[in-house]
């Protein structure tokens, strides 16, 4: 059964400052592995999505790696800003999706 | 605006009454997911619909039933509400695994 675990489950940073969330899971056998982000109350809004074949992806400020031999992943956010304060999401698809229980994020000004 | 739209947002039942909770999607996607959010125990999943027509129990099926409608409807019922499905779903769709669009949620309270 496949397992995700992300660390920290929460994480306070200054404003300014570069971050990595750390995710891993236990059965290498994926499809891809997707980092999303939760605001408060709201959905879930898809940042990377990183397919097994691939080693990492970046969008603006956001770089994300996958190293699959080892089960794990990173999310690398550069320059902190208070806005990129929220809860963020691993998922690894197979034949299912796996969640991990997220990192609560908070960019203090 | 293309995406997932739940309907109701927030809703609270008590006991015993039954409701069901909708999901429509205008992206043409041929798959539907249902979950549940739980605090500290991320996401996990309750049904879902490979295609028009199908459906498949997830992780967490007992308690609830599922509809898929036609292509853009899929909707989650729950026929005897108990405290313990007190949750946030979400609703999924996508074309291919890992691409799925979420909505923005049901915050569901039994009482």
């Known amino acids: 059964k496949q397992e995700v675990t992300q660390i920290p489950a929460a994480l306070s940073v200054p404003e300014g400052e570069n971050l990595v969330l750390n995710c891993s899971f236990t059965?290498?056998?994926?499809?891809?592995l997707q980092w999303f982000r939760q605001d408060p109350g709201k959905g879930l809004t898809s940042l990377l999505l990183i397919q097994s074949s691939q080693r990492e992806q970046t969008s603006g400020r956001l770089n994300a790696s996958l190293d699959k031999s080892s089960g794990r992943s990173t999310l690398y956010i550069a320059a902190s800003q208070p806005g990129d304060s929220a809860t963020y999401l691993c998922?690894?698809?197979?034949?299912?999706?796996?969640f991990g229980i997220g990192t609560k994020l908070q960019v203090i000004p | 605006n293309a995406g997932v739209t739940q309907t109701p947002k927030f809703q609270v039942l008590k006991t015993g009454q039954s409701m069901t909770l909708q999901c429509a999607q205008d992206m043409n996607h041929n798959s539907m997911y249902w979950y549940r959010q739980d605090p500290g125990m991320g996401l996990r999943l309750i049904y879902y619909s490979a295609s028009e027509g199908t459906t498949d129990k997830g992780e967490v099926p007992n308690g609830y039933n599922v509809s898929r409608l036609n292509k853009r409807e899929f909707s989650l019922r729950l026929e005897s509400a108990a405290p313990s499905q007190t949750s946030v779903y979400f609703c999924?769709?996508?074309?291919?695994?890992?691409?799925?669009?979420f909505g923005s949620g049901t915050r569901l309270t039994v009482v």
């Open positions: 998922a690894v698809s197979y034949q299912k999706v796996t």
């Open positions: 999924a769709s996508n074309l291919k695994p890992g691409t799925s669009t």
């Open positions: 059965d290498s056998a994926i499809y891809n």
